[in-house]
């Protein structure tokens, strides 16, 4: 097999001095879609925030085409061909679509914008429909559409998408997922975290699944599609739960891996994990009466 578009290597990352995700090893290979699954709070957020630039690296590198990514910041990483599709969207309310997709299109550099944006909207002719509409009216997934469009007109090489069907009919999810299916032959890699294993697996050709910010799995998709007790597991999501509800649910996995790291370093210390979040906010407020006077 040719070397990995992109590779990380024993990254550790976190939320401050609490590192969540520990000793992280993936590939993504070019023309490859690759599935990142796991429980919430076992860190597929955090991973994909790390090899965005999100969040900074307490160990290990990132490498894009075999040159280290670290230490950049997002907007350089994004640059470079790795784009991220937020969990919650991350979309500007205020906006109308076509305000969206020029403003990306400006920041892509690109030198034919009006292109770029008829792109898209051939590929999501409802958001044509809806292009003098505010994005924060948009349903649920038309705001997801909009999501993507806006980071593929960035022109990536890799595509982070995270939990994109969160609170979507199954009609609509169905079309999101044909879409990321036909993302390699317009020559784009994507690694997708997502709570509906079965069409998560369905698409890929690899997959890794995270326990503890730990890789617990790391192999062919289709043999873990084969495993029917991972399947029928927790990791499905709650398949029954109205959109409504699950709109709330946004930043779940990223409280769930904070609450984890800090029970986790109490077990260490042998300390109350009260104290434990006493003392950091401490340490923010000291370091933040530092920066004040300096």
Do not use: C, W
Not at 71 to 95: C, Y
Not at 261 to 281: F, H, P, Q, S, Y
């Amino acid at each position: 097999m040719s070397a990995p578009l992109l590779q990380a290597r024993g990254i550790r990352t976190g939320y401050g001095r609490l590192p969540v995700v520990f000793d992280i090893d993936l590939e993504v290979h070019e023309g490859e879609i690759v599935a990142l699954l796991g429980a919430n709070g076992a860190g597929k957020t955090t991973t994909l925030r790390a090899l965005s630039g999100m969040l900074p690296l307490l160990a290990g590198d990132i490498e894009l085409d075999g040159k280290s990514l670290k230490g950049r910041p997002p907007e350089k990483i994004t640059h470079a061909g790795i784009v991220h599709v937020p969990q919650g969207r991350g979309i500007f309310p205020n906006l109308r679509v076509e305000e969206t997709l020029r403003l990306a299109a400006a920041l892509s550099g690109t030198k034919r914008p009006d292109t770029a944006v008829d792109a898209m909207y051939g590929v999501f002719p409802r958001l044509h429909e809806r292009r003098t509409q505010l994005a924060g009216t948009l349903s649920g997934g038309e705001q997801q559409m909009l999501a993507i469009a806006r980071g593929l007109i960035m022109q990536p090489r890799v595509l982070l998408i995270d939990e994109m069907s969160q609170g979507l009919a199954p009609a609509i999810v169905d079309g999101l997922f044909e879409l990321v299916r036909s993302l390699p032959e317009q020559g784009v890699s994507v690694l997708i975290v997502e709570q509906f294993v079965t069409h998560a697996l369905d698409v890929a050709s690899r997959a890794y699944v995270l326990e503890k910010g730990e890789v617990a799995y790391a192999g062919s998709a289709a043999e873990l599609s084969s495993d029917e007790e991972f399947v029928r597991g927790s990791y499905l999501g709650d398949t029954t739960a109205e959109p409504d509800d699950l709109a709330d649910l946004q930043d779940e996995e990223t409280g769930d891996e904070l609450l984890r790291a800090i029970e986790e370093r109490a077990a260490a210390e042998g300390r109350d994990a009260t104290e434990v979040v006493m003392g950091l906010l401490r340490e923010a407020l000291t370091a933040n009466g530092k920066g004040g006077t300096s």
